[in-house]
């Protein structure tokens, strides 16, 4: 203890406290208990009353030594300190050897002072903590991780017979570094060369809530366009062991691949989710549409097939569908619209009945599209072009009427129809969309309009139309705008007909209309409302798609479904995080990364390797789904150094430099021992793709701070079954794919090796006939 003298300013020793034990690391003040504080050592933690500063004294030992699973936390006082003496230190010394050569690789408890078996036991260090901020008066806590990733709780409590120390032990994960205890019970806590966690104190446990990416340090990058998007992807080698990552950074939104079906999808035409009522917040049914048939599941924790409990005509072809009005769904096809109300099968708000009600309307001619809104159906004809509007009416208590109010014959056809769905934010926004609607609304650009009383079409004119559904009103256009696309020559455009129109709402309205040449059209500049941050748009790194519908439920509150390769792909949108990055846990420090176009994998070189076989390897890793394909394990002692691809003659190899060495830093004769390397020469020829090797599924070792998968049990349509098995980037659901060696499809074929008196350090094709090789000095 020292202390400013008061006479010259200098610093004056008043007192010490010494006790054999081990090394001391940090001192801390406990807050709102003055004259205490805590002394924090490799593998203990000392309580110090300091209240008088010349007989300071050790009250309570906490000892981090691990004992057996289960055995109960006691407190034992230590009233004074001890003199330090050389017998004492050499006991203390042994002790501590002898710990440190019995460490038991348990999940142990912290004992306070309690343990009997020295060699059941095994000394850890405090690596971080933190104090409570909001702790209540007289009750400070602390937080702090162990190095082998235990975080515990000690609660400080004073009464009449002096301080009192309550420990519990709230979670297991990675050791953290830092560690920050913030207001709410939410903590803070970052790995070393990992991704940091934020935790919730709930009930005496921790919770994870969410990951706090970290790509560093990056110690090898490749960029690829892997999905031929024309959007380059970032495949970076990431972190070190035990931590090491391959991430595959993209620019765009966040993408969270939850689940994926059995392609067992074939035809599909069509995708939609839809509600029970407008206000619910999640999607009770999803819609699949194929050529000639047509299935409905439920949304939830499982997709059960409801179809019969909803009533949609399951032998045809759904061509749009929609909630007309609380509990009312509408399934337009190509014979006629039906009306249904499902049952308390499908969805718990639904009839207490046997079998839906059902109500159907049937045209004279074929309906090629349509759309539905709040209490208004809108479709179309071909031949002829006609359009038809319909609307529902109740008769008595669970009977309804679809009935036509307007039917118009049109001049083009109509290629697709959006109605745009009532939403609180559209009701207060503003539009003038010129023409006769401008007339309507007057000089006033900011007149509240009803987004429910018009609809956007798009004709084979090519042209996109907007027209108003009033009820009491006939048939009116109220803005047209012609489409007319040119190439470089002047010539027209083929393919400018509308396939899909869309009506947004941002600080006005404007209108999205999907060509189908694959170009994007608005009626409005993109680059002013991304500028004025009203507008944002970011592209989507995923599988080629022919249908996507968005998916809202408890477990999964902002998904998307998409139809691709003949599967359904339920990912999730993470529109909170700044990185669109996936992260593949490699196991060891992943050095070295390249992509290989011809097989579309990656091959990442690594070191720090824990199996008794070997401490480096080449691996073929799947970017896709982080599947490992195919190694080449290096030599007892032997560290791969650098990898390059190079074609020698027609034959495409992999070239690899090595160093090895005998762990003898000295010969017999008192020489430094020469460190050998190799060049090894791999053949990529018989590398296969990621869809011949498909059938090898990673395995899952979810860390102890993630949650499990959103879905535990998926049900749906025709039996098929859902795999939870690919790699997620979520901070709720992180997959690190471990994958197991013996499910490895093959292994990478060595054609030839030369060794050298020297660490190959660097290799580079030359000529397309040779390789250069630089070793030790030459």
């Known amino acids: ?107 142990s408890c912290m004992a306070i002072d309690g343990a009997d078996n020295p060699r059941s036991m095994k000394s850890r260090v405090i690596c971080s903590w933190s104090w409570e901020p909001d702790a209540m008066r007289g009750q400070p806590r602390l937080i702090f991780c162990l190095d082998d990733g235990e975080f515990h709780i000690l609660e400080f409590n004073w009464d009449t017979e002096g301080l009192k120390v309550l420990p519990e032990r709230v979670h297991r994960g990675l050791p953290c570094k830092p560690l920050l205890w913030m207001d709410r019970g939410m903590i803070a806590g970052f790995v070393e060369m990992g991704d940091g966690m934020i ?19 990056i110690l090898d990058l490749a960029i690829a366009d892997y999905h031929g998007e024309k959007q380059d992807q970032l495949f970076s080698c990431c972190g070190m062991c035990p931590e090491g990552s391959l991430r595959v950074i993209r620019n765009g939104v966040n993408v969270e691949k939850l689940l994926r079906t059995e392609p067992i999808y074939q035809g599909v035409t069509g995708l939609w989710t839809l509600r029970m009522k407008r206000t619910d917040t999640y999607h009770s049914f999803l819609v699949l549409a194929f050529v000639e048939e047509t299935r409905i599941l439920s949304v939830g924790l499982s997709f059960n097939d409801i179809s019969d409990a909803v009533g949609f005509q399951p032998e045809v072809c759904t061509l749009a569908c929609g909630l007309i009005a609380d509990g009312l769904l509408v399934q337009i096809h190509s014979k006629g619209v039906k009306l249904c109300l499902p049952t308390s099968h499908a969805h718990p708000e639904g009839a207490a009945l046997t079998s839906p009600v059902c109500v159907d309307w049937y045209p004279d001619v074929t309906i090629s599209v349509g759309a539905v809104g709040h209490d208004v159906v809108a479709v179309a004809t071909s031949n002829p072009c006609c359009l038809y509007i319909l609307r529902v009416r109740p008769l008595s208590s669970l009977q309804y009427e679809l009935y036509e109010t307007q039917h118009v014959q049109l001049q083009y056809e109509v290629s697709c129809i959006s109605i745009p769905e009532e939403d609180s934010r559209l009701r207060t926004s503003c539009s003038a969309f010129g023409g006769d609607f401008r007339k309507r609304e007057g000089n006033n650009s900011a007149a509240e309009v009803d987004v429910r009383m ?245 395995t899952s070792n979810l860390s102890s701070s993630s949650h499990t998968g959103s879905f535990p049990e998926i049900v749906g349509y025709a039996n098929e079954d859902f795999s939870s098995n690919s790699m997620c980037s979520s901070p709720d659901d992180i997959c690190y794919n471990q994958i197991q060696f013996e499910q490895i499809a093959g292994h990478l074929r060595s054609l030839t090796h030369v060794t050298f008196t020297g660490a190959v350090l660097a290799v580079y094709p030359y000529l397309d006939r040779y390789v250069l090789a630089a070793a030790g000095n030459t």
Not at 6 to 18: E, P, T, V
Not at 81 to 89: C, H, K, N, Q, R
Not at 476 to 492: D, K, T
Not at 596 to 614: K, N
Request: net charge negative; hydrophobic share 40%.
């Open 454 to 698: 018009f609809a956007v079409i798009g004709t084979h004119k090519p042209s996109v139309e907007v027209i108003s559904l009033e009820p009491d009103e006939a048939f009116r256009l109220l803005s047209i705008g012609s489409i007319s696309v040119n190439n470089a020559l002047g010539a027209p455009v083929s393919g400018c007909i509308p396939e899909n129109v869309r009506f947004v709402a941002s600080e006005r309205f404007y209108i999205l209309a999907g060509l189908r040449n694959g170009m994007l059209l608005s009626d409005r500049s993109w680059l002013l409302y991304a500028s004025r941050h009203s507008l944002a748009y970011s592209s989507i790194s995923f599988l080629p798609a022919s249908h996507v519908t968005p998916v809202s439920s408890v477990d999964c509150p902002s998904g998307l479904l998409f139809v691709a390769e003949n599967c359904l792909h339920l990912v999730e949108m993470v529109h909170g995080k700044r990185l669109n990055a996936q992260k593949f846990s490699v196991g060891g420090t992943p050095r070295k990364v390249l992509y290989h176009s011809d097989s579309r994998t990656l091959l990442v070189m690594r070191t720090g390797l824990t199996g008794a076989s070997c401490s480096s390897d080449i691996v073929q890793i799947d970017p896709n789904n982080g599947i490992l394909l195919s190694r080449f394990k290096c030599e007892l002692g032997e560290t791969a150094k650098c990898i390059q691809i190079a074609k020698i003659g027609s034959e495409q190899v992999l070239i690899v430099g090595t160093s090895k060495s005998t762990d003898r830093p000295m010969m017999p004769n008192g020489e430094a021992e020469s460190i050998k390397g190799r060049l090894i020469v791999l053949s990529l020829d018989t590398l296969g793709s990621p869809h011949e090797c498909s059938s090898f599924i990673p």
């Open 1 to 107: 203890m020292y202390a400013l003298a008061a006479n010259d300013g200098g610093i004056q020793y008043l007192s010490g406290y010494s006790e054999p034990g081990p090394l001391a690391l940090e001192i801390a003040e406990i807050p709102q208990l003055d004259g205490f504080g805590l002394l924090f050592r490799a593998g203990d933690i000392l309580i110090v009353d300091l209240r008088d500063p010349k007989d300071i004294c050790c009250t309570i030992r906490i000892s981090m030594t691990g004992s057996l699973v289960g055995e109960q936390i006691s407190v034992e006082d230590s009233c004074r300190g001890l003199d330090v003496d050389d017998d004492v230190a050499a006991c203390a010394l042994l002790e501590l050897r002898d710990s440190g050569n019995n460490i038991m690789m348990d999940d």
């Open 199 to 217: 935790l919730h104190l709930e009930h005496g446990r921790l919770v994870h809530r969410s990951t706090v990416q970290n790509v560093g340090p």
